[in-house]
């Protein structure tokens, strides 16, 4: 008896916490749909809200203005679960190394993110147009990927145990950053064909080619 109440609340707040995720990406996907389809300018945050069924009020619980909702926060958009799996990905490695398998989930990591992106390629095309087009989005653009950066970070730190100033953290975001923005454009282009997994894995594929070929600097007069 006394177990079935303590575990009340938390079922409530778990509840909460799942409709307030459920409401923000619902926000988050009618943005960006009626971007694709009118532009930035080609709807309002009442026409937004009458989409997604909400009122003005809820709206502004969740963002301070519709350029922010467009764009969303990468943040909040990385699934629980799929960041409890990366992280318990590096479980069996020794506290302060990095796991083999890193690479490997984080393209497991990148493709299931891509899979449960809210746009589809047509309207990334014409979002990406929007944002070229409007100077206020290309900031909050540039600012998100600071997040973005920061939140993988602290996936990377809870994964493997190390600080977030050690410098293979730096290395790796570096490395995740280059290989996602290099997949992300060639997934998205009109005329491709391939899976997001096909392309990344490509890169990934090369990289290592690349890294086995090369010759590492034995001393740190090499390297300056």
């Not at 923000?24 to 996907?29: G, Q, R, Y």
């Not at 398998?101 to 990148?110: E, I, K, P, Q």
């Not at 944002?131 to 989005?137: D, H, K």
């Amino acid at each position: 008896m006394h177990s079935v109440t303590n575990s009340a609340p938390d079922d409530g707040c778990g509840l909460r916490e799942r409709k307030r995720t459920a409401t923000k990406l619902a926000i988050i996907t009618a943005a960006r749909t009626l971007t694709a389809a009118r532009g930035v300018s080609g709807f309002t945050v009442e026409e937004l809200c009458e989409e997604v069924g909400i009122s003005r009020r809820t709206f502004f619980n969740y963002f301070p203005a519709k350029e922010d909702a467009i764009l969303g926060s990468p943040a909040d958009e990385i699934p629980a679960d799929l960041a409890e799996k990366f992280i318990a990905g590096g479980a069996s490695s020794a506290p302060g190394t990095f796991s083999p398998t890193l690479l490997a989930d984080f393209t497991d990591f990148a493709v299931a993110l891509m899979d449960r992106m809210a746009i589809s390629r047509q309207e990334m095309n014409a979002l990406k147009d929007a944002v070229a087009a409007e100077p206020r989005l290309l900031q909050k653009v540039l600012h998100g990927s600071r997040d973005a950066e920061d939140a993988i970070a602290a996936l990377l730190t809870a994964r493997e145990g190390i600080p977030a100033d050690d410098p293979r953290v730096g290395a790796a975001l570096g490395l995740f950053a280059c290989l996602t923005e290099r997949a992300g454009p060639a997934f998205f282009d009109p005329e491709n064909t391939r899976s997001y997994r096909s392309i990344l894995t490509e890169h990934i594929a090369a990289l290592q080619q690349l890294f086995a070929s090369s010759t590492p600097p034995t001393s740190a007069k090499d390297i300056s």
